[in-house]
Protein backbone atom coordinates (compact mmCIF):
# COMPACT_ATOMS: atom_id res chain seq x y z
CA UNK A 1 0.00 0.00 0.00
CA UNK A 2 1.10 3.66 0.36
CA UNK A 3 2.84 5.16 2.76
CA UNK A 4 4.90 8.26 3.58
CA UNK A 5 7.92 8.31 5.44
CA UNK A 6 9.23 11.72 7.56
CA UNK A 7 12.33 12.64 9.04
CA UNK A 8 11.48 12.29 12.89
CA UNK A 9 11.29 15.39 14.88
CA UNK A 10 11.40 18.19 16.83
CA UNK A 11 13.40 20.15 14.37
CA UNK A 12 14.97 23.25 16.50
CA UNK A 13 17.01 25.56 14.42
CA UNK A 14 17.74 29.68 14.99
CA UNK A 15 16.04 32.14 13.14
CA UNK A 16 17.52 32.76 9.56
CA UNK A 17 18.55 29.40 9.52
CA UNK A 18 18.18 26.78 6.43
CA UNK A 19 15.22 24.22 6.86
CA UNK A 20 15.11 20.95 5.12
CA UNK A 21 12.40 18.15 6.28
CA UNK A 22 12.72 14.90 4.63
CA UNK A 23 10.05 12.81 3.21
CA UNK A 24 9.93 9.70 1.25
CA UNK A 25 7.10 7.52 0.02
CA UNK A 26 6.09 4.60 -1.81
CA UNK A 27 2.87 4.38 -3.86
CA UNK A 28 1.47 2.26 -6.57
CA UNK A 29 0.76 4.55 -9.23
CA UNK A 30 1.65 7.88 -10.07
CA UNK A 31 0.45 10.09 -6.84
CA UNK A 32 -0.32 13.92 -5.92
CA UNK A 33 2.25 14.98 -3.31
CA UNK A 34 1.62 17.87 -0.65
CA UNK A 35 2.88 19.60 2.58
CA UNK A 36 0.78 20.39 5.06
CA UNK A 37 1.24 22.66 7.92
CA UNK A 38 -0.56 22.60 11.58
CA UNK A 39 0.22 25.48 13.78
CA UNK A 40 -0.52 25.21 17.68
CA UNK A 41 -4.52 24.54 18.23
CA UNK A 42 -5.01 25.34 14.73
CA UNK A 43 -6.00 22.88 12.09
CA UNK A 44 -3.89 21.96 8.70
CA UNK A 45 -2.98 23.94 6.25
CA UNK A 46 -2.05 23.43 2.59
CA UNK A 47 1.23 24.48 1.86
CA UNK A 48 2.20 23.76 -1.41
CA UNK A 49 1.57 20.61 -3.69
CA UNK A 50 2.83 18.59 -6.61
CA UNK A 51 0.81 16.80 -8.70
CA UNK A 52 3.63 15.22 -11.36
CA UNK A 53 6.92 14.29 -11.39
CA UNK A 54 9.49 17.11 -10.91
CA UNK A 55 7.34 19.56 -10.41
CA UNK A 56 8.17 22.13 -7.63
CA UNK A 57 5.44 23.44 -5.48
CA UNK A 58 6.48 26.80 -3.58
CA UNK A 59 4.65 29.09 -0.97
CA UNK A 60 5.67 31.19 1.52
CA UNK A 61 9.21 30.91 1.03
CA UNK A 62 8.89 27.00 0.97
CA UNK A 63 9.90 24.32 -1.89
CA UNK A 64 9.44 21.29 -2.43
CA UNK A 65 10.44 19.16 -5.48
CA UNK A 66 8.66 15.71 -6.81
CA UNK A 67 11.82 13.71 -7.45
CA UNK A 68 10.34 10.40 -8.92
CA UNK A 69 14.02 8.82 -9.20
CA UNK A 70 14.14 9.41 -5.24
CA UNK A 71 10.66 8.91 -4.36
CA UNK A 72 11.26 11.96 -2.34
CA UNK A 73 9.60 15.95 -1.89
CA UNK A 74 11.89 16.98 0.60
CA UNK A 75 10.61 20.43 1.77
CA UNK A 76 13.48 22.92 2.23
CA UNK A 77 13.08 27.05 3.15
CA UNK A 78 16.02 29.45 2.74
CA UNK A 79 15.96 31.19 5.95
CA UNK A 80 12.67 30.21 8.71
CA UNK A 81 11.26 32.65 11.01
CA UNK A 82 10.04 31.98 14.79
CA UNK A 83 6.31 32.20 12.96
CA UNK A 84 7.44 29.17 10.91
CA UNK A 85 7.34 26.54 14.09
CA UNK A 86 4.25 24.45 13.30
CA UNK A 87 4.25 20.93 12.80
CA UNK A 88 4.68 19.93 9.23
CA UNK A 89 3.16 16.83 7.26
CA UNK A 90 3.74 15.57 4.26
CA UNK A 91 1.18 13.51 2.17
CA UNK A 92 0.00 11.90 -0.85
CA UNK A 93 -2.96 11.40 -2.61
CA UNK A 94 -4.58 7.97 -2.67
CA UNK A 95 -4.82 7.63 -6.35
CA UNK A 96 -5.04 3.81 -6.48
CA UNK A 97 -8.14 3.33 -4.91
CA UNK A 98 -9.56 6.74 -6.71
CA UNK A 99 -10.90 7.83 -3.37
CA UNK A 100 -8.89 10.34 -3.27
CA UNK A 101 -7.93 9.78 0.66
CA UNK A 102 -4.75 11.31 1.66
CA UNK A 103 -1.72 9.17 3.40
CA UNK A 104 -0.39 11.11 5.99
CA UNK A 105 3.77 10.88 7.37
CA UNK A 106 4.16 11.19 11.13
CA UNK A 107 4.38 15.18 10.82
CA UNK A 108 8.01 16.86 12.09
CA UNK A 109 7.59 19.52 14.48
CA UNK A 110 9.81 22.47 14.00
CA UNK A 111 10.71 25.53 16.07
CA UNK A 112 12.55 28.25 15.65
CA UNK A 113 14.35 29.98 18.08
CA UNK A 114 15.14 33.52 18.04
CA UNK B 1 -11.81 30.63 -0.96
CA UNK B 2 -11.94 27.00 0.14
CA UNK B 3 -13.11 27.45 3.52
CA UNK B 4 -14.20 24.47 5.26
CA UNK B 5 -15.65 24.69 8.63
CA UNK B 6 -16.17 22.19 11.92
CA UNK B 7 -18.53 22.82 14.53
CA UNK B 8 -18.36 22.58 17.46
CA UNK B 9 -14.62 23.48 18.00
CA UNK B 10 -14.70 22.01 21.28
CA UNK B 11 -17.05 19.30 23.21
CA UNK B 12 -17.18 17.85 26.50
CA UNK B 13 -19.72 14.86 26.88
CA UNK B 14 -20.46 11.77 29.49
CA UNK B 15 -19.69 8.54 28.87
CA UNK B 16 -22.27 6.72 27.19
CA UNK B 17 -23.77 10.03 25.28
CA UNK B 18 -23.81 10.91 21.66
CA UNK B 19 -22.19 13.37 19.84
CA UNK B 20 -22.42 14.78 16.58
CA UNK B 21 -19.83 16.92 14.73
CA UNK B 22 -20.56 18.74 11.41
CA UNK B 23 -18.13 19.68 8.67
CA UNK B 24 -19.40 22.43 5.88
CA UNK B 25 -17.31 23.79 2.51
CA UNK B 26 -18.36 27.21 2.71
CA UNK B 27 -17.53 28.33 -0.73
CA UNK B 28 -17.19 24.92 -2.77
CA UNK B 29 -18.96 21.75 -3.34
CA UNK B 30 -17.65 19.04 -2.02
CA UNK B 31 -19.14 15.84 -3.58
CA UNK B 32 -16.44 14.03 -1.38
CA UNK B 33 -15.36 14.92 2.27
CA UNK B 34 -13.02 12.68 4.21
CA UNK B 35 -12.93 12.17 8.48
CA UNK B 36 -9.41 11.65 10.21
CA UNK B 37 -8.86 11.23 13.77
CA UNK B 38 -5.71 12.68 15.47
CA UNK B 39 -4.21 11.24 18.66
CA UNK B 40 -1.53 13.88 20.52
CA UNK B 41 1.56 14.16 18.83
CA UNK B 42 0.41 11.54 15.81
CA UNK B 43 -0.20 11.34 12.17
CA UNK B 44 -3.88 11.67 11.13
CA UNK B 45 -5.23 8.81 10.89
CA UNK B 46 -7.93 8.34 7.74
CA UNK B 47 -11.40 7.02 9.28
CA UNK B 48 -14.09 7.25 6.61
CA UNK B 49 -14.55 8.61 3.15
CA UNK B 50 -18.17 10.73 3.19
CA UNK B 51 -19.73 10.92 -0.07
CA UNK B 52 -22.79 12.78 -0.92
CA UNK B 53 -25.83 11.05 -1.32
CA UNK B 54 -24.22 7.41 -0.38
CA UNK B 55 -22.83 5.42 2.29
CA UNK B 56 -19.91 6.37 3.91
CA UNK B 57 -16.52 4.05 3.13
CA UNK B 58 -14.88 3.02 6.61
CA UNK B 59 -11.48 2.18 6.76
CA UNK B 60 -10.64 -1.13 8.50
CA UNK B 61 -10.77 -1.37 12.46
CA UNK B 62 -13.52 1.85 12.32
CA UNK B 63 -16.59 0.72 13.40
CA UNK B 64 -18.97 1.87 11.40
CA UNK B 65 -21.62 1.88 13.73
CA UNK B 66 -20.35 3.44 16.15
CA UNK B 67 -18.91 6.34 13.77
CA UNK B 68 -21.76 7.14 11.97
CA UNK B 69 -21.41 9.43 9.22
CA UNK B 70 -24.11 11.48 6.75
CA UNK B 71 -23.36 13.09 3.81
CA UNK B 72 -26.88 14.78 3.15
CA UNK B 73 -26.11 17.81 0.66
CA UNK B 74 -22.74 18.74 -1.47
CA UNK B 75 -21.91 21.31 1.91
CA UNK B 76 -21.98 19.06 4.78
CA UNK B 77 -21.10 15.96 6.37
CA UNK B 78 -21.48 15.16 9.96
CA UNK B 79 -19.58 12.73 12.39
CA UNK B 80 -21.75 10.97 15.00
CA UNK B 81 -19.89 9.68 17.77
CA UNK B 82 -22.41 7.09 19.61
CA UNK B 83 -22.39 6.16 23.05
CA UNK B 84 -18.84 7.73 23.15
CA UNK B 85 -16.47 6.30 25.70
CA UNK B 86 -12.98 7.88 27.25
CA UNK B 87 -10.93 6.20 24.85
CA UNK B 88 -12.83 7.82 21.99
CA UNK B 89 -11.04 10.91 23.19
CA UNK B 90 -9.31 12.35 20.11
CA UNK B 91 -9.21 15.71 17.64
CA UNK B 92 -11.77 14.99 14.85
CA UNK B 93 -10.49 16.20 11.39
CA UNK B 94 -12.45 16.65 8.42
CA UNK B 95 -11.82 17.57 4.75
CA UNK B 96 -13.39 18.14 1.86
CA UNK B 97 -12.35 17.67 -1.60
CA UNK B 98 -12.63 20.31 -4.18
CA UNK B 99 -13.98 19.09 -7.35
CA UNK B 100 -14.29 22.69 -9.06
CA UNK B 101 -12.20 23.66 -12.05
CA UNK B 102 -8.89 25.72 -11.86
CA UNK B 103 -6.11 25.46 -9.15
CA UNK B 104 -8.07 24.24 -6.59
CA UNK B 105 -8.78 21.02 -8.61
CA UNK B 106 -8.11 17.46 -6.69
CA UNK B 107 -7.11 19.30 -3.78
CA UNK B 108 -8.21 19.13 -0.23
CA UNK B 109 -8.80 21.73 2.42
CA UNK B 110 -9.27 20.54 6.01
CA UNK B 111 -11.41 21.94 8.92
CA UNK B 112 -10.33 23.17 12.17
CA UNK B 113 -10.84 20.22 13.81
CA UNK B 114 -13.21 19.06 16.83
CA UNK B 115 -11.42 18.36 20.34
CA UNK B 116 -13.48 15.65 21.87
CA UNK B 117 -12.94 14.82 25.52
CA UNK B 118 -15.22 11.87 27.14
CA UNK B 119 -15.09 11.98 30.61
Known amino acids: GNSVTQMEGPVTLSEEAFLTINCTYTATGYPSLFWYVQYPGEGLQLLLKATKADDKGSNKGFEATYRKETTSFHLEKGSVQVSDSAVYFCALSDVGTGRRALTFGSGTRLQVQP | GAVVSQHPSRVICKSGTSVKIECRSL??????MFWYRQFPKQSLMLMATSNEGSKATYEQGVEKDKFLINHASLTLSTLTVTSAHPEDSSFYIC???????????????FGPGTRLTVL
Open chain 2, 27 to 32: DFQATT
Open chain 2, 95 to 109: SARDKGRGPGTDTQY
